[in-house]
């Protein structure tokens, strides 16, 4: 799993403009429980009114399964 801090400093780098998108890997727990490894891709909207960070989140259960 990626630490909140990590999060929070990988969002900075959007916010500041050092960075268009941001892309990492980690574990993602479901409201039920569940976990599951994902792929977050994240980019910052400035021109939006508010401001907004999306983040689009990929399972990639089944890329691992075929890696392996």
Do not use: W
């Not at 799993?1 to 998108?21: F, R, Y």
């Not at 980019?43 to 990929?58: G, N, R």
């Amino acid at each position: 799993e990626v630490p909140a801090s990590a999060v929070q400093k990988l969002v900075a780098t959007l916010v500041q403009g050092d960075k268009d998108e941001v892309v990492f890997e980690t574990q993602i727990r479901s409201a039920a429980g569940n976990s599951y490894p994902a792929e977050i891709c994240m980019q910052y909207f400035d021109k939006e009114s508010p401001p907004v960070v999306l983040a689009i989140v990929h399972d990639t259960s089944q890329r691992q399964q075929l890696d392996s």
